[in-house]
């Protein structure tokens, strides 16, 4: 971009747990910046290697960072759960946020850059290392599970947490009368995924175990904070969901429903299983533990709130 002379008319804000408001003075920076320098504004505790902890994490890559900014003992305060805002003379330009969300609406989901890191690509998107990506003791960018993408040139997507994920399993009751068309699942992508075909997932029946996976994604590309529906009858659940099963209110974009003459085949008793290149990387439910019907099982649908936790009750568009 262009050259700064006065860093100051820049500010930074850490949202704890995205609640609150905007408080455009909580870090001032400071000093001037080169058109294309990368700034770092760092932490500096009082053990007797923060001064120099971010110069050692880095190694060779540190030089890459062209404005070295330490910001003090308490600045930032956040974790990895929290929004982050940028200011210019008071007036927010840009913003660290997750699955599309307005930045004032709570916690990340997840904690995806605790431990870890989040980095805007050269298409302005958001990608998160995930949840303890980086906690392997190590202390270095060299030997980290998911290298900082500054640091590297092909930084590669680490599958834990996935960049999709279950959001709600559906057994419904529709009015075409058949056991089946009221059978979906429910996924939503936390990054931009630009090939679906690299997840899948199956059903463990009956609690007999992993049966591995049954259905693979079609190869195409998905936005951040989308929804992806697999269903038996679309028109079924789309008369069912009156008319919103298409796109929820205050989604982002429309939903993507996918007919299947097959999948899914669990019912109310059975466990599922989402896979990431052939392997496992989130299970809804126990997969070797039948549930019979006195469990969450003689429920319609079970859906992942905001805090992760599964809800299980009768479906309702609001």
Not at 53 to 71: A, K, Q
Not at 244 to 253: D, M, N
Request: aromatic share 12%; glycine share 12%.
């Amino acid at each position: 971009m262009n050259n700064i002379t006065d860093l100051s008319v820049y500010s930074l804000d850490v949202i704890s747990n995205g609640g609150g408001s905007l408080n455009p003075s909580e870090y001032v920076l400071s000093g001037s910046a080169n058109a294309g320098d990368d700034i770092l504004v760092y932490r500096v505790g009082t053990g007797s290697s923060s001064a120099t902890f971010f110069s050692d994490y880095f190694g060779t890559c540190y030089s890459n960072f062209e404005v070295l900014i330490p910001s003090g003992s308490s600045f930032p305060g956040g974790n990895g759960d929290d929004p982050v805002a940028l200011f210019l003379n008071n007036q927010i330009i840009d913003s660290l946020t997750y699955l599309g969300n307005p930045i004032l609406s709570g916690a990340f989901p997840g904690d995806p850059y605790d431990d870890s890191w989040a980095h805007k690509d050269s298409n302005g998107v958001w990608q998160f290392g995930g949840k303890d990506c980086d906690n392997d003791g190590t202390y270095t960018v060299d030997s980290s599970n998911c290298p900082y993408p500054f640091c590297i040139v092909s930084p590669t997507t680490p599958p834990t947490p996935g960049n999709l994920t279950f959001t709600a399993i559906m057994d419904l009751t529709t009015p075409t009368g058949s056991s089946t068309s009221g059978r979906a699942l429910m996924f939503t992508a936390n990054q931009n995924i630009s090939d679906l075909s690299t997840y899948g997932f199956g059903s463990a029946q009956n609690g007999g175990g992993s049966d591995g996976e049954e259905y693979t994604f079609p190869s195409i590309s998905i936005n951040a904070g989308q929804h992806v529906i697999v269903c038996r009858d679309s028109t079924a659940l789309s008369n069912y969901f009156n008319g919103c099963l298409e796109q929820f209110p205050a989604s982002l974009y429309p939903n993507l429903i996918i007919e299947s003459s097959t999948e899914p085949t669990g019912n109310g008793n059975d466990a599922y299983e989402l896979f990431f290149n052939g392997n496992v990387i989130e299970t809804f439910g126990d997969i070797v533990h039948s549930y019979g019907t006195g469990g969450f099982t003689d429920l319609p649908w079970a859906y992942r709130g905001s805090l992760g936790l599964e809800r299980y009750s009768c479906i309702k568009c609001r």
